[in-house]
């Protein structure tokens, strides 16, 4: 143990106690997550402000069906972010809300009976049978058909990303990253609603081509010349991964926060530690980094607010 280290000091907590405030306390409180999320708040800052460099944003395809759609959109109409790495779920979310609404549920819901009802249930969030296949299938077919009918007979998922939030308006991310050109890159393309109508549409149209080695080379032509990276990863999976991936050509992101409720025991890639990822140089030895074991959900808004007043 350091012969520096601080004394745990008592959270105290007024009427007027403000969120920077709050947030100032937990870094001294020795409080288990609460230390980790403080951490997160000074990492964000440091890494939005850095001039010098290439920030990541990634998540998972769940977080965008709930209300924090629009923070992701938010963060992209801020320009806090310039690259984004997420999943095709959160394409077919963004497609199906701008069009239509989910529903406010329960995880105690009986699947049966919202089976019957032609109802989705994810987590606690209700997705109309018509508020999301049929609508994608539609709308994803007539951008396809425009941009083909353009002279387009080969995209990478930056480009289908792309074209998705040209089409679309303010409150979806997707049109936020079109507005202020963020490229999203989307490395499991396929599986999900958009995917599946990019195949179908291939059924029609046999030259038409996804080409996801282009998706490859954007990625390579930001890292290579970047001074320095930092990422804002939300959940795990493939976005997290190929976060971490492209980041070793450049021997590592220097500011790393990932939010998880992830164990690592079971040597998931969402449950490892952003510690972990040292090991393969994917972040930096000396990097700014932490990991917040929390619910993303529930943190991010504090966390976005609290950046916001940071940054202004």
């Keep these: 143990m350091s012969s520096k280290a601080r004394p745990v000091r008592d959270i105290t907590i007024k009427s007027d106690t403000d969120l920077q405030d709050i947030f100032k306390q937990m870094a001294a409180s020795g409080g288990f997550e609460s230390r980790n999320l403080s951490d997160g708040l000074e990492i964000l800052t440091t890494m939005i402000n850095d001039k010098h460099c290439l920030k990541f944003l990634s998540f998972v395809a769940a977080i965008t069906s709930t209300g924090l759609r629009g923070i992701i959109a938010d963060m992209l109409k801020n320009k806090m972010f310039d690259v984004v790495i997420t999943t095709c779920g959160a394409l077919d979310h963004d497609i199906a ?38 609508i994608i299938e539609e709308k994803m077919q007539q951008f396809l058909e425009a941009a083909y009918k353009s002279g387009k007979k080969e995209m990478s998922t930056a480009d289908i990303t792309r074209m998705i939030g040209e089409n679309l308006g303010e409150g979806s991310f997707l049109y936020w990253a079109y507005k202020n050109n963020i490229p999203v ?49 939300l959940g795990g999976g493939i976005s997290k991964h190929h976060t971490l991936w492209w980041n070793q050509y450049r021997d590592g992101l220097d500011y ?44 991010l808004p504090f966390l976005y607010s609290a950046l916001l007043d940071r940054i202004k």
Aim: glycine letters at 8%; charged letters at 20%.
């Design 97 to 134: 809300r701008y069009f239509s609404n989910y529903l406010e549920g329960s995880f105690t819901l009986d699947d049966s009976e919202l089976l019957k009802k032609n109802i989705h249930r994810l987590g606690n969030v209700l997705v109309p049978m018509d508020s999301y296949g049929p």
């Design 185 to 233: 890159v989307v490395p499991g393309i396929m599986d999900g609603g958009v995917g599946s109508q990019i195949w179908m549409f291939t059924q029609k149209h046999s030259d038409f081509k996804i080409n996801v080695a282009a998706d490859s080379d954007l990625l390579s032509s930001l890292i290579f010349k970047a001074k320095k990276s930092g990422a804002l990863m």
């Design 256 to 299: 790393a926060v990932y939010i998880t409720t992830a164990q690592e025991f079971d040597g998931s890639l969402s449950g490892a530690l952003v510690r972990e990822a040292i090991s393969w140089g994917k972040v930096t030895q000396s990097a700014k980094q932490t990991t917040i074991h929390a619910e993303i959900t529930t943190i």
